[in-house]
């Protein structure tokens, strides 16, 4: 098993207005991708990986010259790993509205001349699928042999055999939901919240006044590392141990070594990510919500994925999106007596064990993965 | 079973410096308190009750002219009642680095003239306890005859035995923990460095500015209020309803209930409670750990409490201070052969399950005072 090796983005700039589920229109936008392996002669072995909250289309492999800067889920993809790339063409892109090359809010909005800021329109997990597949005809790919993502990223996944059945074979959703429940909302909106009421945001124009509302950012960033651990694996990883070899019986200071684990997560997420991407994608998985259309009924959402075949994996530990979560989508796939594998897999680690390296997960991916490679012959 | 009628705070000045284990002292300070029911000839009937973050000495009863006055646990409190003031002498105490008439960080440092602010010595449960003890003292109570508390509560309860082993008989504790496991810190730190970072904190000496910092305060308990409520509770009560009929598509607005309620309830504490405080009390919980002195057993910490009884009780959905942990405490006391009852209530609520009518909760409560009633005679 090796990596994918040195691996550069490519961008892609399209100027037809994208149609979004706000009514607002994308006019103009760039969307920056990375893809590894090659596409075979009938165009029939590529695989979309879609991203999550604090993700791009780096997935796999490294930059020339940087160290330590192997793709989010280079663990997964890459020659004889289980997403092989000896067999599949493989997609990495960013979504608009996102900070890591794409058009974002830290772009120049086209109508003003000025920077898009808060001004940036909201985007939905509908509105990305829509731009990836407008992107996947630009790369010759008519009909993907499968769309992966884990979190936010299986909800990309999931809405893709929703809105262009006849464009994916397979759709992989891990660690995911059908949509996010009243306490996922809370998490996101107190994090929104502390980043709305830094006096640095300046209602989202704080590019203009050359500050970041890193204060909000950072308590953003701590509220949602603790739900993507669970609290076996942080009492596991910290417990109650002390940064110094006495408590200093300080209100401010640090006293517990998760503090420092959390403010230190906290700080370097503030250095680099985007206030309002923050705000933007958490709001696309609020408003994620298949079943919405069908008056709440999950499975009559999916009877257009009839022709499609799941995998559908969650984690035991996971309290963001249990295993629950995912047995919901499971069983409106099996009320539309769709083919869908399920694998619940007993990890310590939370939500964040979709991009860990369990030998269980990866096997069920690898497995997975070879069937498809044995379909498409 | 009725109310215990109008009540008045009374208060106790006491002027001995009381040493804290943080090596500080409380130069001099006053304690806030309630009385319910008649202390009787031998004064064994009385009982303490403890409260957690966001409570006070007042605990039953309502205040003269003001509607909606009903103390914390007036549900429990009152003549015929679970804890009943026919038979029992219940106090309330509001502990110190409170903001709710207690001597706390928004009063005049005696030492300097100035208002405490940040400098209000850190508190611990223990410190409370000495603190209470004093009060009792002072209330002419040598022994109690039960402490209890919920939550921050608990640990009080709890401390009483190991403090003041002679000075109590039973001790209830309820939807308590034996100290804080890694997640409950780790919210706990992230609600403080939302509170810290407001720029209008100033360090803890926002008094002199003439500002609040609410804009932590909110976060800080919106945060709390989540993990105070079980996933299922806020399902049930929220869900995904929106607040307007259609998606108003905003990464700022309001769209979902869920965050309606969180906004206000964010917004409700804001204006009441005590920055400094918060971290007090916070931190508070944060260092409760009566293991820590006996090499990480708990056992060995409740040796001393042989000749006690206790209640322990927990909820199933309550997430922050899990069941679990109260069987900890529970197996720590049957370890020393302690007389312990548990009581695990199958409840939807969450931690807050322990501040609500329950008739199965209740009637734990009721049965267990009536056999205190009986031994005392």
């Known amino acids: 098993m090796g990596s994918v090796g040195i691996v550069k983005p490519q961008q892609e700039h399209f100027s037809e207005p994208l149609p979004l589920r706000s009514g607002a229109v994308l006019a103009d936008y760039t969307l920056v991708y990375e893809t590894y392996g090659t596409l075979n002669a009938d165009r029939s072995n590529a695989v979309l990986v879609c991203h999550a909250l604090n993700a791009s289309h780096h997935v796999a492999g490294t930059y020339e010259g940087e160290d330590r800067s192997e793709g989010w889920w280079d663990n997964l993809i890459g020659p004889g790993k289980p997403l092989d790339t000896d067999r599949f063409f493989v997609i990495g892109v960013n979504n608009a509205g996102s900070c890591f090359g794409s058009t974002g809010p830290m772009h120049v909005n086209p109508a003003t001349g000025g920077i898009y800021g808060a001004d940036f329109p909201v985007q939905t997990v509908e509105d990305w699928v829509d731009a990836q597949a407008r992107l996947m005809t630009r790369l010759g790919i008519e009909r993907l042999a499968a769309v992966i993502g884990g979190s936010l990223g299986g909800m990309q996944a999931l809405a893709w055999t929703l809105r262009y059945p006849a464009r994916v074979r397979h759709c992989i959703a891990v660690a995911t939901a059908p949509n996010l429940s009243a306490q996922n909302i809370a998490f996101n909106e107190v994090a929104r919240r502390a980043i709305i009421t830094d006096p640095d945001f300046h209602g989202g124009h704080f590019y203009a006044h050359g500050v970041v509302p890193k204060r909000g950012l950072r308590v953003a960033r701590m509220i949602g590392h603790i739900t993507y651990l669970s609290d076996d694996a942080m009492e596991a990883k910290f417990g109650r141990e002390l940064r110094a ?78 295993p629950a979560r995912s047995r919901e989508i499971v069983k409106a796939l099996v009320d539309n007596r769709i083919e869908v594998s399920y694998a619940e897999i007993d990890a310590p680690h939370g939500h964040d064990a979709f991009l860990l390296e369990d030998p269980r997960y990866h096997n069920v991916l690898r497995s997975y993965f070879a069937r498809i490679a044995a379909e498409i012959g």
Chains 1, 2 share one sequence.
């Open 245 to 322: 070899a006495e408590l200093g019986y300080s209100t401010q200071e640090i006293e517990f070594q998760i503090e420092s684990y959390l403010r230190h997560q906290g700080d370097k997420f503030s250095e680099y990510f985007d206030a309002n991407t923050y705000l933007l994608i958490t709001r696309a998985l609020d408003y994620f919500d298949p079943a919405r259309d069908h008056a709440g009924d999950l499975a009559r959402a999916f009877a257009i994925a009839r022709e499609h075949k799941f995998l559908v994996v969650s984690f035991s530990t996971d309290w963001r999106f249990s």
